[in-house]
């Protein structure tokens, strides 16, 4: 057997010593800031009015000295608001406009254990309808963009993102109808209806919706729902029909039953009589 080079060997091993430390500062994800505490509306009407709020920790665990990306799908000068809180008392108040924000001429570090960020503007239009899937728009991102001991800054490390879905008050009643149709013919579907001509007509109100035309979606809708109620009475009273005939078979059988015994009963006790 050839024995190795105790030199290749040593330089072997600092090789796979290099390359583990290496793999291990990629695989290692670097601790960023926590969200504490979140007041972000899920919904919101198209020009609208809308403000989101934000509490973050753990402001130093990586990083002394911060900056702050932010950015938001808000329209008409969105306004952001950065308190920098110690022990609950607000020690300082940052606030910039815009849908692309950096707070960097002041940057965040000690004595600050909360960072409170507000955002308020305008509900930006719907730019595609989906039904399946409610169009939402970006209410608020961050990211923090670390500071370097001599001022210098790294690369931007996302904090969190929220989403908002908007919507018109069209849209939204065609969404409520669109969905009112669909429980009902989720309803006469389990009744055992036949749905087909409800589905048909579903399927249209949700084409119309994603085509902004939100009256022909509403209308469809409610036609749809009409269907499949209808169906499913139909279907209910067929069902209770039946029931009836059910009963009344049985009690046609009880009753020759009881005639039956009553004949048997009179004819044995004639045969009876004439014995004695």
């Known amino acids: 057997m050839t024995r190795m080079n105790s030199t290749r060997y040593s330089r072997l091993v600092a090789c796979c010593l290099v390359a583990m430390l290496a793999l291990s500062a ?7 800031v926590n969200v504490e505490s979140e007041d972000v509306p899920s919904e919101a009407e198209v020009g609208s009015e809308y403000s989101a709020t934000v509490m973050l920790e753990d402001l130093f665990t990586e990083n002394q000295q911060w900056q702050l990306n932010a950015t938001t799908e ?6 952001w608001t950065l308190e920098l809180v110690d022990d609950g008392e607000v020690m300082n108040t940052i606030t910039r406009t815009g ?42 991102s961050l990211a923090q963009v670390p500071v370097t001991s001599d001022g210098s800054t790294g690369a931007p490390s996302t904090i969190d993102s929220w989403t908002a879905a908007h919507y018109t008050s069209e849209s939204s009643e065609a969404r409520d109808a669109i969905d009112a149709a669909s429980d009902a013919i989720a309803s006469a579907e389990a009744a055992g209806a036949d749905v087909s001509d409800a589905k048909g007509g579903l399927e249209n109100a949700k084409r119309f919706y994603r085509n902004a035309d939100f009256e022909a979606a509403v209308t469809n809708a409610e036609d749809a729902q009409e269907l499949a109620e209808e169906s499913q009475g139909q279907q209910e009273s067929a069902e209770q029909t039946q029931q009836l005939l059910i009963f009344a078979g049985i009690g046609l059988v009880v009753l020759l039953l009881i005639g039956g015994g009553v004949y048997w009963y009179k004819q044995n006790k004639q045969d009876t009589s004439r014995l004695g």
């Open 26 to 32: 990629v695989a290692t994800p670097v601790m960023a």
């Open 74 to 79: 808000l329209e008409n000068q969105p306004l």
């Open 99 to 140: 849908q692309n924000v950096t707070f960097s001429d002041s940057t965040i570090q000690s004595p600050v254990d909360h960072v409170r960020v507000t955002v308020e503007g305008e509900v930006p239009a719907v730019g595609n309808y989906s039904y399946a899937d409610q169009s939402t728009f970006s209410a608020m």
